[in-house]
């Protein structure tokens, strides 16, 4: 099992920044990509972004410019998500992912999120 722990999810006015955390802890698996999602009610969970252990990225086109992924592996694996000119249309539950697993065995797991508010 791969264990999620998110902060930095809160109240921000349009046009403004938040920066998303999340430590990935494992007893036996190792950590490979890790990442975000997003779902605000009535529509589809959807990627926000992601980043391999390597450091190559990948973002939805909805988000690119505007936010960045980052990660640090040196201590624990932490994912950093920098969000930059914010909309209100960003408002959702955040979700951070890590591939976890063993040689030829990896899955997906989740946090429990972080709800991201954009609003005057």
């Known amino acids: 099992q791969v264990q999620l722990v998110e902060s930095g999810g809160g109240l921000v006015q349009p046009g403004g920044s938040l920066r998303l955390s999340c430590v990935a802890s494992s007893m036996m698996f190792s950590i490979y990509t890790m990442g975000w999602y997003r779902q605000d009610p009535g529509n589809q969970r959807e990627l926000v972004a992601t980043i391999t252990t390597g450091g190559d990225t990948n973002y939805a086109d909805f988000v690119k410019g505007r936010f960045t992924i980052s990660r640090d592996n040196a201590a624990e694996n932490t994912v950093y998500l920098q969000m930059n000119s914010l909309k209100p249309e960003d408002t959702a539950i955040y979700y951070c992912?890590?591939?976890?697993?063993?040689?030829?065995?990896?899955?997906?797991?989740w946090g429990q999120g972080t709800q991201v508010t954009v609003s005057s």
């Open positions: 992912i890590a591939d976890g697993g063993l040689s030829g065995s990896v899955s997906r797991f």
